[in-house]
């Protein structure tokens, strides 16, 4: 090897390894914000791995929720330390607020340095198909993908999902093309964690099937136990991640059924990938009109290696994309698997559009030139929109602002804080408090107070009533104005504390403000981190309605949260 490849080489390293600092900055600052008063969506992975922590001979051990596979609860369960700890008697407010949010905080952790994986991850597959530099370019456009950022600092599966499946094709590509022993494991134990991750990630295995059948056709380098690898180690992770098979329930509460694929699925996906990264959106459009032609145009001269990784590539990423785009059940956090590849296209996109524009100016430095201003140009944006949204996470959030107010102006133990559904505080409840919320409903810090009943937290306790309406799961629930107002009253409110969806005037929250207003309430606080744009562009069909709502949240937020307004009652 030359000096020059050899220092090319060093440099492509140490680009890599800054983008990975970068993303790991970006996904790992603040992890605690909005801890312990809300706990993340769906967070069955904290659940059953506090169902995992709990003592042996605890009767309710053991008992595993079954919304998602439990690799990752087994894997929080291993770290070292107790998940569920507490803070000791007369510990401050602070330190029990940092007890409760332990559970979750360990958990944001381990996703985010899992997802941190998918950095490095797409380096490798786009080298399967660009130089070093436009590879760095398809890392850079992932690093800095607020749909991908935004998933990573979240206690659910889908960030650590796309890490474990860019790797295992990155594997099966491997095996395609070499067919080593050491290729067939990588792959066998790169899809067994997939597949133990979430269901979706059964959708690597059609990818793992194809780099078989290119291993199988290679002659000599695949032997059958080598080709068995896969399968046992995939049913290997079924049997110890899906303990739920065992009682029967094969899709885990998943609605699979044929009327869900109605492709619907397909406008959910497009509008949230433009809503939170429309500049990788417009580039992996480029990147396919540039790409398809070409493949169509050289596919009988491609190299037998590229034709490999190619299939391998599109044997995830076409069933993949096909089934989500026809399920109605399809949410925006479905796209991040298909994250690196589209990265890859869009990369090329980049390379060949500025070479375009290029080849429109006057030959010299700007012709040369183009391709990366055109790069630079098109990364400054998302950039941007990244570091500003995790800069957001280092600032008090609207609910801690809310709580210090509650603090210094109302009376502990004595003054009753009415709190709208589903919004929690950084306080501590008296134990009337706690009851009225059901437990499905419980934040950590609830969850955190129930499990340290008849501790004294001395003067930290405040009397917090929430709004919540009682009811068995599948009822409809609706807070109406005058029982809004009934509520309240029943309550003895001295102040209410009120939560508004930013542009949703006939969201359930409102009723509230207005019943509040009924009652003679006065405004004494109010935070507004996002004043809704209301900007909107698409067909007259409300389904294609397009907006870039959460793009312009991380531009334009002036802290994370939700609107809060509190209401002083006579």
């Not at 169902?51 to 919304?67: K, Q, T, V």
């Not at 409760?100 to 958990?107: D, I, K, M, T, Y």
């Not at 990244?386 to 502990?412: G, I």
């Not at 907006?547 to 991380?554: C, R």
Request: charge should be positive; glycine fraction near 6%; include cysteine.
């Amino acid at each position: 090897m030359t000096e020059t490849p050899r220092r090319s080489r060093r440099l492509a390293i140490l680009l890599l390894a800054i983008l990975t600092a970068s993303a790991a900055l970006l996904r790992c600052v603040e992890l605690s914000n909005g801890l312990p008063q809300a706990s993340d969506p769906d967070a069955a992975i904290v659940n059953a791995a506090i169902e995992l922590d709990r003592d042996p001979g605890d009767p309710r051990a053991r008992r595993m929720p079954s919304i998602y596979p439990l690799l990752l609860a087994r894997a929080l369960d291993a770290l070292p330390g107790r998940l569920v700890v507490q803070a000791p008697e007369g510990a401050t407010l602070d330190e029990h607020l940092a007890a409760a949010s332990n559970p979750e905080l360990v958990a944001r952790w381990l996703i985010a340095l899992i997802s941190l994986l998918a950095i490095p991850a797409t380096y490798l597959l786009a080298r399967r198909f660009l130089t070093p530099m436009w590879s760095l370019y398809a890392v850079g456009l992932i690093a800095f993908s607020l749909l991908h950022l935004t998933h990573s600092r979240v206690a659910k599966p889908h960030g650590p999902l796309t890490s474990l499946l860019v790797i295992t094709v990155v594997s099966a590509m491997w095996v395609a093309r070499r067919g080593t022993l050491g290729s067939f494991v990588a792959m066998a134990l790169g899809a067994a964690l997939t597949v133990g991750c979430l269901h979706s990630g059964a959708a690597v295995l059609p990818a793992v099937f194809v780099a078989s059948l290119f291993a199988w056709r290679r002659a000599g380098r695949a032997k059958l136990a080598k080709l068995a690898l896969a399968p046992v180690a995939v049913l290997a992770s079924i049997w110890a991640f899906y303990p739920f098979l065992l009682e029967g329930n094969l899709w885990a509460g998943r609605k699979f059924r044929a009327d869900t694929f109605d492709w619907s699925g397909l406008p959910k996906l497009v509008k949230g990938l433009l809503g939170a990264d429309p500049m990788l959106a417009l580039l992996l459009v480029l990147g396919l009109a540039f790409v398809t032609p070409r493949v169509f145009r050289k596919w009988g001269s491609l190299a037998s290696d590229r034709a490999a990784d190619l299939c391998v590539v599109l044997a995830f990423v076409v069933p993949y994309t096909l089934a989500i785009s026809a399920y109605y059940w399809s949410w925006p956090r479905f796209v991040l698997p298909l994250l690196p590849c589209f990265a890859v296209l869009a990369a090329f996109g980049t390379k060949r559009s500025g070479e375009v524009l290029g080849n429109l100016l006057p030959a010299g430095v700007l012709r040369r030139a183009a391709p990366v201003v055109v790069a630079l140009a098109a990364v400054a944006l998302p950039a941007y929109a990244a570091t500003r949204w995790a800069w957001l996470h280092t600032l008090p959030n609207s609910a801690e602002l809310a709580a210090d107010w509650v603090r210094e102006n109302a009376r502990p133990r004595r003054d009753v804080v009415a709190l709208s559904p589903l919004l929690y505080l950084p306080l501590l409840s008296d134990p009337r408090g706690l009851r009225e919320i059901p437990r499905y409903a419980h934040a950590p810090l609830q969850r955190y107070q129930s499990q340290v009943r008849g501790m004294d937290f001395g003067d930290d306790v405040f009397r917090l009533r929430s709004l919540i309406i009682q009811r068995k799961l599948g009822e409809p629930q609706r807070y109406e104005r005058a029982l809004m107002a009934r509520m309240i009253r029943e309550r003895s409110a001295r102040f209410a504390v009120v939560w508004l969806p930013a542009g949703d005037p006939e969201a359930d929250p409102y009723f509230i403000r207005e019943a509040l207003a009924d009652l003679g309430g006065e405004l004494v606080f109010s935070t507004v981190p996002y004043r809704a744009s209301h900007f909107e562009w698409g067909f007259d069909d409300d389904v294609w309605m397009l907006s870039f709502e959460a793009l312009l949240v991380a531009l334009r937020s002036e802290r994370i949260g939700p609107a809060i307004e509190i209401h002083r009652l006579p």
